[in-house]
């Protein structure tokens, strides 16, 4: 949802459909390779290796699916990806503070 908001500001479509299938077009690797890799743990190379091709995928699904112009990509991109890393941040740390496996010590 923040993704597609933020779209008309780098003069992209704002559309939730359009997003969420350019999150999950470009998530897709990152599952594949979660799977191949929990076979053995020396496969562990192919999830680094998936993230690489996901954040390509990602930067060119920007102009394809969001059609937002190419000198406002880098920026798109790179907002795009710091608001999912804080997004997927606070929900691991949710979850691991209700589950209680994760303790906070001050």
């Known amino acids: 949802w923040m993704i597609a908001a933020m779209a008309p500001r780098f003069k992209g479509v704002s559309s939730l459909d359009e997003t969420v299938a ?3 077009f470009s998530y897709t690797p990152v599952y594949l390779a979660s ?3 929990s076979l053995h743990p020396s ?3 192919f999830n680094l290796a998936a993230m690489v091709y996901m ?3 990602f930067f060119k699904g920007t102009a ?4 937002v112009p190419a000198y406002k990509q880098m920026g798109f991109t790179i907002t795009s990806i710091i608001i999912l890393f804080a997004v997927r941040l606070v ?3 949710l979850l ?3 589950i209680g496996g994760f ?3 001050m």
């Open 55 to 57: 954040l390509f995928l």
């Open 96 to 98: 691991a503070t209700l």
């Open 103 to 105: 303790r906070v010590v």
């Open 91 to 93: 929900i691991s740390l």
């Open 22 to 24: 350019l999150i999950a």
């Open 43 to 45: 496969l562990q190379i």
């Open 64 to 67: 394809g699916i969001i059609r």
């Open 35 to 37: 799977i191949i890799s």
